[in-house]
């Protein structure tokens, strides 16, 4: 009983879904079951009304007129199924695909913190692998309805076999009571055994796959020959899948076998029935032929009845995986608050962060305030925890412990769409999207574009000469996913976008994190003057391991392991034989060459 509740919970979920999206499709697919269910016996029955005319000796006109009529009705129906069914393969793909997106926008308004952790990741795969016409949600709603419809013809038939003897009908639900017993047991081991255990498999399989079209990746494959490796973990991952599915495999034609025979065993019971009675008790031909086209529906319809419960069941256990996924909620205090600000100051106030299943902190007992328009440098060595900083600051983490302040408000009460708006953020790793340069620069679809704006910034940038010389100017496409005639842009080139990014947004907090890792030292130091006078009475933090920043910089933070371990201006870090002082001497002659070249240029 437990389990019959969960498929309907789930059919009836799946149901509601599926008619948010259209609900037509669910009132054509009642109608379906009826018609179909009806459509079965209908021109076995017009078989039946001219053998008996024929047996009854009816005149001819009569003979025709009712045949006529019946056969009028089984075409109209037969010829409604039809039209319906032509209309189920688009709308169900259509509907897949529409849930499909509603499960990628699920994905991108959850919680970055947690869409990062593993099991995250595996449920998402779940709930990806299985949304299609005849699996999770829209596989319940067609296999469902497609129950319901065969459940009809058993109904119907079983009446009419009753009416020759009721003792069959409780044979023959015996012996299904048995294939119902195993098409369950079936379908549960390969839900348990199979598709839960396949999905960490799936996503190593496809980025391996994936991997070598990857134009960024691509170059180190091909020079660190690591195209072996990659080979190896793909054989690795499809060893393991092929392993569960060939042991699947083998369980599930042994259940086939067992479930055919039963078959064979109640469609014998039946046929050695329907002799016996024309033999024995003088059955008119024109009710054997009608029993005949009954019983064959019969053991059809109960034979679809056990396997789509088993489907079904299936299907109800994907539903719930991609229930579960929709469902996923990060527990945090009520964002409701927003922030309208043209100047804001920032203070963490003892923060502290620890990465999921990671002993220790990440960062470790953070203090410090930026004023209203200061300009601040966060500098340390790799892996110090400063991207990690930038990532609480940006509302994608949650300190585990401490505050993080915006003009006072603590964010994690702030509306999401609030916080976007004050913080101009420019990662390490810069994405470029299969759109126009301008898009990609705006962050906005054609019609939104400020293009007179987006080409003030590529000039003050000076990525003009480039935009220039390309054919279709800011409206060139950038990667080919979409486009053959797009470009590819060089890593500064992509930097400098993502520099022209923040800048269109212009938002009064910018956080650049390495943001001039891929340019050459001249090009990074005139870029972070030209930036520092653009982005003039904006919050700014600039995050680097390399110091090229830092003088033109209010004030430095030095981070190290997680810790603030010095604060103040160049100057007067450098008057300390502390970490500063020793990584800027370090990187000191490097910058004194291309202040040099600089100065020659001039």
């Known amino acids: 009983m437990e389990e019959k509740a969960h ?10 879904e599926v008619a948010s999206i259209d609900k037509l499709f669910i009132y054509q697919k009642i109608l379906y079951a009826i018609l179909s269910s009806v459509n079965s016996f209908a021109y076995a029955y017009v078989i039946r009304v001219a053998v008996s005319a024929i047996e009854q000796n009816k005149p001819i006109e009569i003979f025709i007129r009712d045949v006529l009529i019946v056969s009028g009705i089984a075409f109209l129906i037969s010829f409604g199924r039809k039209m319906l069914d032509q209309t189920f393969w688009y709308k169900s793909d259509r509907i897949a695909t529409i849930l499909k997106q509603q499960k990628s926008i699920r994905t991108l308004e959850m919680d970055y913190e947690l869409l990062e952790r593993p099991e995250t990741q595996d449920a998402a795969e779940k709930a990806t692998r299985r949304i299609n016409a005849w699996n999770g949600v829209m596989g319940l709603v067609n296999n469902g309805f497609m129950l319901i419809e065969h459940f009809l013809m058993f109904i119907i038939a079983s009446a009419i076999v009753i009416s020759v003897n009721w003792l069959l009908i409780i044979a023959i639900l015996v012996l299904a009571l048995f294939k119902v017993l195993f098409e369950n047991k079936n379908q549960k081991r390969e839900k348990h055994e199979f598709y839960d255990k396949t999905p960490p498999m799936w996503r190593r399989i496809g980025y391996t796959n994936n991997i070598a079209s990857t134009l960024t990746i691509g170059k180190d494959l091909r020079i660190y020959a690591m195209d072996e490796f990659i080979s190896q973990e793909r054989n690795d991952a499809t060893g ?10 083998k369980k599930t034609i042994i259940n086939s076998i067992l479930i055919n025979f039963i078959t064979f065993f109640d469609t014998l019971l039946l046929y050695g029935f329907m002799i016996y009675e024309v033999i024995y008790n003088d059955m008119k031909i024109a ?21 789509q419960n088993a489907h079904v069941l299936r299907n109800s256990l994907e539903t719930k995986d991609y229930r579960n996924f929709m469902s996923i909620e990060y527990v945090r205090e009520q964002e409701n608050q927003t922030i309208e600000a043209d100047h804001i100051e920032v203070e963490f106030k003892n923060v502290y962060y620890s990465y999921y299943m990671q002993e220790g902190y990440a960062l470790e007992d953070v203090s410090f305030k930026i004023k209203k328009g200061e300009k601040i440098a966060l500098v340390g060595y790799n892996g110090a925890g400063k991207t990690t900083l930038v990532k609480l600051l940006g509302g994608l983490y949650h300190p585990t412990k401490g505050q993080i302040l915006i003009n006072g408000i603590d964010i994690e009460t702030l509306e999401r769409e609030s916080l976007q708006k004050l913080i101009s953020l420019v990662f390490q790793e810069n994405i470029m999207y299969a759109l126009e340069i301008a898009e990609n620069i705006a962050m906005a679809t054609t019609e939104n574009v400020d293009y007179e704006k987006v080409a003030d910034i590529v000039k003050l940038i000076e990525l003009n000469k480039k935009v220039e010389s390309l054919p279709n100017k800011i409206k060139t496409h950038i990667t080919r996913e979409l486009d053959e005639t797009a470009i590819e842009l060089s890593g500064g080139e992509t930097q400098l976008v993502a520099l022209a990014r923040a800048m269109y947004k212009n938002a009064p907090l910018y956080v650049l994190d390495e943001p001039t890792s891929a340019m050459d030292a001249l090009n990074e130091v005139h870029m972070y003057r030209s930036f520092n006078d653009i982005i003039r009475g904006n919050t700014a933090i600039f995050i680097s391991h390399r110091l090229s920043s830092t003088k033109f910089c209010d004030r430095i933070i030095f981070i190290n392991e997680g810790k603030i371990i010095e604060t103040g201006t160049h100057h007067e870090l450098m008057e300390r034989d502390g970490e500063y002082k020793k990584m800027f ?17 001039n």
Not at 240 to 249: D, G, P, S, T
Not at 287 to 307: E, G, K, Q, W
Request: no cysteine; hydrophobic share 40%.
């Open 7 to 16: 498929i309907v919970k789930e059919f009836i979920y799946a149901v509601k």
């Open 240 to 249: 393991e899948y092929l392993k569960i599915a060939i042991k699947n495999r």
């Open 287 to 307: 009710t054997f032929t009608f029993m005949v086209s009954s019983v064959y529906t019969l053991t059809n319809a109960l034979h679809i009845v056990i396997r």
């Open 585 to 601: 001497s370090m990187q000191s002659n490097y910058y004194k060459e291309a202040t040099n070249e600089e100065t020659q240029n």
